[in-house]
């Protein structure tokens, strides 16, 4: 018999993970808030400890709720496995310090997120983690710091919030070629737009509060793989305890119903924005991988299938004409997030790299008169006309 063909993304986005049979034959994933799982018979509570037997027994370890989830976002990055985590930080934290140990040396890029540059240059450290960050448009360094050694090469792209891309599949053989794992932070493009697995990462990780989940509403990361890096990575989170919280995870589920439908939207809205913006006289420059001006676009189209959400630019006058131009946004919340339905937009002093100095923000190639703007599902046409008249009352 023929095997059936694989489903496309938007309709693993709404079915994958979903299997059931639920509870009372509900068509949803049940939210299951139970902390622990019963059994009666003593062989079946031990089978299913010992992971001989399919099951749960304690929601800290799993949770069918939490399973569901974790089963959608593998079906959609192309891997046999996943787990998830009770945020974005705690995946990548947990991933880090499955595989690390004093002595290794993790090979990076420079203009990471906030959050994993402070693990790089604050935490790591201190358990006796080499660190090597590299410029991120120069593969050649990268190369050249992975050939001297190294455990694991971290990437991740586009990067936040300069939206810089950097070439998965030619990185991920160079390390392969050294012995080292490759792991891939796919945030910002989402499975529906990049695929890091099928481009030679080991692992595709995500802050799942952002595009998976899409509405503001829920903390969530996750992690996908083969099931032997996945085992390594369940178990130290089993241990270390960020579990993903399964409303949480239903949360999140429901909200990637409308993941490839709301990427869509969001990538067609911010090429338009993002053209238009290199128009105005008021802006420095555009920082999106769809735009033939951008250094990496030859990449991006190579390895995306659209561009995504996410956009940035430099206003020209510096911070003091950001905190002019952001107040006046009638259609952008000015909060710390990204990915959601709504637009929202903020400095990245205020949201990526809050925890960094502007000395340390300059060091990583962020000028502090950038403005991270994440697309939303609105009409590009009224956030265009919003952006203008905002920047219209510069003098």
């Known amino acids: 018999m023929k095997k059936p063909k694989e489903p496309k993304s938007a309709t693993l986005t709404v079915w994958a993970g979903e299997d059931g049979p639920f509870w009372e034959r509900s068509t949803q994933v049940p939210v299951v808030h139970s902390v622990s799982f019963g059994y009666n018979d003593m062989d079946e509570w031990l089978k299913t400890g010992q992971g001989k037997a399919s099951g749960h027994i304690y929601s800290r370890n799993t949770n069918p709720t939490v399973q569901a989830f974790e089963d959608k976002v593998a079906r959609l990055e192309g891997s046999e496995a996943a787990t998830g985590f009770a945020s974005g930080m705690a995946a990548i934290s947990n991933t880090f310090f499955t595989f690390l140990s004093p002595g290794d040396r993790i090979v990076s890029i420079k203009d990471s997120y906030g959050g994993t540059n402070k693990l790089f240059t604050e935490f790591m450290p201190r358990f006796q983690i080499d660190v090597a960050l590299c410029d991120t448009t120069d593969h050649q360094a990268i190369e050249t710091a992975v050939a001297a050694g190294c455990r694991m090469l971290y990437l991740e792209s586009p990067t936040n919030p300069t939206l810089k891309v950097v070439d998965i599949a030619g990185l991920a053989q160079k390390a392969h070629e050294h012995g080292a794992l490759v792991v891939v932070d796919n945030t910002f493009a989402t499975p529906i737009l990049q695929n890091p697995l099928a481009l030679g990462a080991d692992l595709v ?191």
């Open 205 to 395: 990780l995500h802050s799942a509060t952002k595009f998976l989940g899409g509405h503001a509403d829920a903390l969530g990361g996750v992690v996908c793989g083969p099931p032997e890096l996945i085992t390594a990575i369940y178990h130290f989170r089993e241990i270390n305890g960020a579990a993903l919280d399964p409303m949480a995870a239903y949360l999140l589920l429901r909200g990637m119903k409308t993941l490839d439908i709301r990427v869509h939207r969001q990538s067609e809205n911010a090429l338009r924005i993002a053209r238009h913006l290199e128009s105005r006289p008021q802006i420095e420059q555009v920082f999106y991988p769809g735009l033939e001006s951008h250094p990496q676009h030859d990449v991006a189209k190579r390895q995306m299938k659209a561009f995504g959400g996410i956009l940035s630019f430099s206003i020209k006058g510096g911070f003091e004409t950001v905190c002019q131009v952001l107040p006046r946004l009638r259609y952008a919340h000015r909060a710390a997030n990204l990915g959601a339905v709504e637009t929202i937009a903020g400095p990245p002093a205020t949201t990526s790299h809050v925890e960094c100095t502007a000395e340390e923000r300059a060091a990583m190639g962020i000028p502090e008169n950038l403005v991270r703007y994440s697309v939303g599902i609105e009409d590009a046409d009224d956030l265009i006309a919003d952006l203008d008249q905002a920047l219209g009352g510069l003098s």
